[in-house]
């Protein structure tokens, strides 16, 4: 009865996952074009001058581009794609400060891919080779709707969702499961740059830090995403937490009232 049980629960779950973000297309393409006209327009001044300061030059075509079919989705609140470019300009920065060759990055998150693929951008623009691994319970070659104006074509797998950008996908190896599960198996010697992302819990994201902190030497990066006290105040406690312990140095980003972010440097 208990292996009967346990059979059920495994395809309920699947069943779930396949359809996290429903049955068919959520609204018609004009909709989702208005989104992305509208999150295309929305400018930061404090992050523009961050990214500055960076010294990087941003596509920002290829930024709005790759938006349009991977953070463009219907939710409650506003679409902001800028972590994307926070993390090309993080990555960029960190290859050049560091001298690197060879970068390896590990994400926790991954969604349709947006983020792995800023990053991926940020390798291939250095010139040097590395590679991301990437998590997330959603599968890379399962079809699905994925609430992006790509569901208007059927389903596809993230594989088919990411075709017209397979320069960047090479970097990036996309596996499936909870990031609990997940870094027990993986034992990744070092991580140069980690972005966090994945289950906002306490639990999760304190062994997700765990695993990464253990295998960063001095200089190397943890970026959190969504440390914002009111919408996640486990997450903001968290992170004070780590600072004082004074073995990385946290400094504090947002986007947008909603959307905040804190840079940790291994010290």
Partial sequence: MFFFNKIIKKIIQIFLIEYTFGFQAKKNKKYYTDLFNSAKSYK?????????????????????NLALHT?????????????GKILYALVSEHIALNNLEYIN?????????YSSLCMSKAINNMKIKGRIYTIDILPHNKKMFWNC???????????????????????????????????????????????????HNLRTIKKEYEYVSQRQKKNDVIFFDDITNDIFPELSDFI????????????????????????????
């Fill in 44 to 64: 930061d001044e404090s992050i523009d001058n961050f990214i500055k300061k960076k010294n990087i030059n941003l596509d920002n075509d290829w930024f709005d």
């Fill in 71 to 83: 953070q463009v989705v219907i939710k409650k609140s506003k679409i902001n794609y800028y972590h």
């Fill in 105 to 113: 990055i590990l994400e926790t998150g991954t969604a349709r891919g």
């Fill in 149 to 199: 104006i790509d569901d208007h074509d059927g389903k596809k797998t993230r594989a088919e969702l990411l075709v017209h950008w397979k320069d960047y996908v090479q970097n990036i190896e996309f596996i499936t499961g909870f990031s609990k599960n997940i870094l027990q198996k993986i034992d990744l010697k070092r991580i140069n740059f980690a972005f966090l992302d994945g289950a």
């Fill in 240 to 267: 004070r937490v780590i600072e004082k312990n004074n073995t990385y140095k946290v400094d504090y980003l947002s986007s947008s009232q909603s959307r905040g972010y804190a840079l940790a440097v291994k010290l």
